[in-house]
């Protein structure tokens, strides 16, 4: 399942039904798009990523999440249980990307 990409202004919310929650991510120079999820506590969260131009990551550091490094047209995916409520941001590891404003936020409603 696919969630169509957002502005960056606006969150982007999974589409599936039940608990769990699947979100496509792709990272950019030096983006990610959609750049705001949001999930509820409890969900089990799939994130699939996509690197387009170049090799990224996608890195959660709070909830234990991250992605291996991936280079361009590449994906791998994540799953994890959003067991916390909260804000959290997700960012690329490599080497500036985040510093150059690769980040996101996911947040986890209660």
Known sequence: VQVPAGTGEEPVE????????KFT??????????ATLKVKKGDNV????????GIHDLVMDELDVAT????????????FVADTSGTFKYYC???????????GTLTVEP
């Not at 999974?14 to 929650?21: K, L, M, P, V, Y």
């Not at 291996?68 to 799953?79: C, F, S, T």
Request: aromatic share 6%; no cysteine; glycine share 12%.
């Open 93 to 103: 590891s490599v080497n500036g990307h985040r510093k150059m404003g690769m980040e």
């Open 14 to 21: 999974a589409t599936d039904s039940a608990q769990t929650r």
């Open 25 to 34: 991510v792709d990272g950019s120079n030096f983006k990610f798009s959609p």
């Open 46 to 53: 799939v994130i699939t990523f996509r690197s387009s131009g």
């Open 68 to 79: 291996n490094q991936v280079g361009d047209g590449e994906e791998e995916e994540v799953e």
